[in-house]
């Protein structure tokens, strides 16, 4: 199977590779996948007090398709706010990408990743909101 | 150095030139049908595929007449398999073989079961290894053919054959054996490891595709199997059908040549193995050889990469021809059975890479090769969330992955 040159581009040059703090409150986490299927990813979000996010890190064990979802989604992830991030959909990755039928999976998990990672952020904010109200006096 | 470089020898190999000079004759000067009896055409054509035979049955220590030829080693398992099955139907129903075997040896037998047969297919070790004594415990008084492999194709490693050939011969029980890695290239005959039958291939030995072997025993004992294909009763009754001369006069050249550098060959690639491999082992930590440490075929390394997939590895050197027991190499997206049966984790079996050389490798494919796998696996472990939790010192097998 050969790839195409997005998935090839995603691959040679990624996009956002790294961490962030997970214990930063502004960072949301997302890990999804599993070692015996062959594909995790974990992605992250840093949000501004708007919510809107600044900066995406991922790492991903994955095939070439997996790392490019994720790289993409990264970037795409990236100055929108976290609601607007839920809106990203697989289809749109498998199209951007030219993912053959056989690797449409791997945009799907990128799209739970994106989804984990932003509840993880919602979570702290949720959580910490009334926290933050009370000790605000 | 030519790019991309070809490491995926036990996968195919290329025709060596002296087997293409054999075969040319037979295309358009010598291009006679052998079964025609009546002419020089047919006569010349007839020759060549008598040396051919010769010169395959040199090769195992076996007479000319207990070789026939088939389109390949598939067909060869198939005709041995299902061919002895139907023919010793009355005298028993029952079949041992063994989980990693290929699917040319397991898909007959699964196909056998769902047609009378009981076939009793044995665990392996954790180097892919069977044991005489499995084979003894699992015989019973209506076994009639054990099928084990000589060299395993994905991790290289070899069978004691000769005390399983042993042992059959003791009780009495046929003993086929896919001999399709190590035909022609390692010592192998038929009379001092008690084979009955043996499946081999052309083009796993610089010969051409489309052509194989079976070796079928004559004496003591004389073994019959029915035929698969009917229509003429060529080859004995056991494969009608016109013979693919310049395939089998090519299968024959390659046969001769690979006995006749056989020690060499052996000592050569041998050493540009384990380059590779102590190139391998000694810059990368974490990974793991699959397959037997010794008793394996000289060109095969079966090696799995923890915390990287291998079809991303593959892309981080794809000017190196390989395979991998990813899943995601797979048109089924199962990860390797033949690694899941050595009792690898899945996440072992998606970071597999078999590297298998040859003839033509030369020790600076194999140094370019080493810089080119250490150096994607080094940028992928710094993409990979599992290294990175390994690192942090979480235990991985007690995480809670969130699958979908």
Not at chain 1, 108 to 126: F, M, P, S
Not at chain 2, 1 to 26: G, H, Q, S
Not at chain 2, 211 to 234: D, F, M, N, S
């Amino acid at each position: 199977m050969s790839y195409s040159p997005k998935v090839v581009d995603h691959y040679e040059r990624p996009r956002n590779v790294g961490s962030l703090d997970k214990n930063d409150p502004n960072v949301g986490t997302g890990i999804v996948g599993a070692p015996e299927c062959g594909d995790v990813m974990k992605l992250q979000i840093k949000c501004d007090e708007a919510g809107r996010i600044i900066d995406t890190k991922f790492k991903t064990f994955g095939c070439g398709s997996a790392i490019a979802s994720s790289s993409l989604a990264t970037e795409w992830m990236k100055g929108k706010t976290v609601d607007e991030a839920l809106e990203i959909k697989n289809t749109e990755i498998v199209k951007e990408l030219s993912l053959p039928p056989v690797k449409i999976h791997c945009s799907v998990l990128a799209e739970d990743a994106i989804r984990a990672a932003i509840n993880d952020y919602k979570q702290k904010h949720e959580t910490m909101a009334p926290a933050e109200a009370s000790a605000g006096r | 150095m030519k790019l991309p470089i070809y490491m995926d020898y036990n996968a195919t190999t290329p025709v060596d030139p002296r087997v293409v000079e054999a075969m040319m004759p037979y295309f358009t000067g010598d291009f006679g049908n052998a079964a025609s009896r009546n002419h020089e055409f047919g006569w010349k054509a007839e020759e060549g595929v008598e040396h051919a035979r010769e010169q395959v049955a040199a090769a195992i220590n076996a007479s000319p007449k207990e070789i026939i030829w088939t389109s390949g080693a598939t067909e060869s398992n198939n005709i041995a398999i299902k061919g002895i099955a139907a023919m010793y139907r009355e005298k028993g129903n029952h079949i041992i073989s063994q989980v990693i075997e290929h699917k040319a040896v397991i898909d007959p037998c699964k196909y056998l079961e769902q047609n009378g047969f009981r076939v009793t297919f044995l665990p392996v070790d954790k180097h892919g290894m069977i044991h005489p004594d499995q084979v003894r415990e699992a015989m019973t008084d209506q076994t009639i053919l054990v099928s084990i492999m000589h060299g395993n194709n994905e991790i290289g490693t070899i069978n004691p054959v000769k005390e399983i050939g042993a042992l059959c011969k003791e009780k009495g029980v046929i003993f086929h054996t896919d001999a399709v890695q190590t035909f022609a290239k390692l010592p192998i005959d038929v009379e001092a490891m008690g084979i009955d039958l043996l499946s081999c291939s052309g083009h796993k030995i610089y010969g051409p595709k489309g052509i194989g072997a079976l070796y079928v025993r004559r004496k003591r004992p004389r073994v019959r199997c029915e035929p698969v294909i009917h229509g003429g009763g060529h080859e004995r009754g056991m494969r009608s059908g016109t013979l693919n001369v310049p395939g089998i006069v090519g299968m024959g050249k390659a046969a001769e040549l690979c006995v006749q550098n056989q020690k060499k060959e052996i000592e050569g690639v041998t050493g540009l193995r384990e380059r590779l491999r102590e190139g391998l082992f000694g810059r990368l930590g974490e990974i793991y050889l699959n397959g037997h440490p010794t008793q394996r075929i000289p060109n095969n390394l079966n090696i799995s990469f923890l915390y990287v997939e291998g079809e991303s590895l593959m892309m981080g050197f794809n000017d190196i021809a390989v395979s991998s027991g990813s899943a995601c190499t797979s048109a089924s997206l199962e990860p390797s059975y033949v690694l899941k049966a050595l009792g690898l984790g899945d996440d072992l079996a998606h970071s597999s890479i078999r590297f298998s050389i040859g003839r033509f490798t030369t020790e600076e494919e194999i140094d370019y090769a080493v810089e080119r796998v250490c150096s994607a696996v080094e940028k992928l472990r710094e993409m990979s969330p599992l290294y990175e939790m390994a690192q942090e010192g979480i235990d991985l097998s007690k995480v809670q992955w969130a699958a979908h």
